[in-house]
């Protein structure tokens, strides 16, 4: 069924597809705008203890792109776009851990208490074996969906099931409380989540 599945895809639609993430991972302003209120965003509903927070700052995150277009650099053998992507992330990841940060000292600040470890951020701590699955069948699932237009509405669940946003929250939180472990926890599950989407991604390119 895979074989058929990918077999029937037209030159326009695989020519479609690259173009569209290209465009959606381009290292423009609003890219970054969006990517630093969702981890704001994230940021409070770990310290709330809010799921419901949680999944609307995933849904508002454009950092899957960059991590995919990645990977389809690499299969294109495209080093200015492997560069690039990379560079976006990276350039994602330096503006939105320090702006967890200063939102955490300023909830810590208001409140005399710090930021009380909830069981939303101590998850986000415990990288696994599981996690690395998730990420990637999010990745085969995401890669599938964007050169698939009739499939491209479950983008947004694909990006809620990865969860990449989250671990970076709670990397900027670490900072505010200068605690190593709790950045080194959740910078590895970071990482651990984009290698997996990158290699599902890789395959399915």
Do not use: C, H, W
């Amino acid at each position: 069924m895979p074989t058929t599945l990918l077999s029937s895809l037209t030159e326009k639609e695989k020519s479609n597809a690259v173009k569209r993430l290209i465009d959606e991972s381009t290292p423009r302003d609003d890219f970054f705008l969006m990517t630093v209120l969702s981890i704001l965003m994230a940021t409070l509903g770990l310290m709330l203890d809010s799921v419901a927070i949680i999944i609307g700052s995933m849904l508002i995150a454009p950092l899957l792109s960059p991590i995919l277009s990645l990977s389809l650099g690499v299969v294109m053998a495209d080093t200015k776009l492997i560069l690039r992507s990379f560079f976006t992330i990276l350039k994602a990841v330096v503006y939105s851990v320090p702006a967890a940060a200063i939102l955490a000292l300023i909830f810590s600040t208001q409140t005399n208490l710090g930021v009380e470890l909830t069981a939303e951020i101590i998850t986000r701590t415990e990288p696994s074996l599981t996690f690395a699955v998730v990420a990637l069948i999010a990745g085969i699932a995401a890669s599938f969906a964007l050169i698939k237009p009739q499939l491209s509405a479950t983008l947004p669940g694909v990006a809620i099931s990865v969860a990449i946003i989250p671990p970076l929250a709670v990397t900027g939180i670490g900072l505010a409380q200068l605690d190593a472990g709790l950045i080194a926890d959740s910078l590895i599950l970071f990482v651990v989540n984009a290698i997996s989407i990158m290699f599902a991604s890789l395959i399915v390119f």
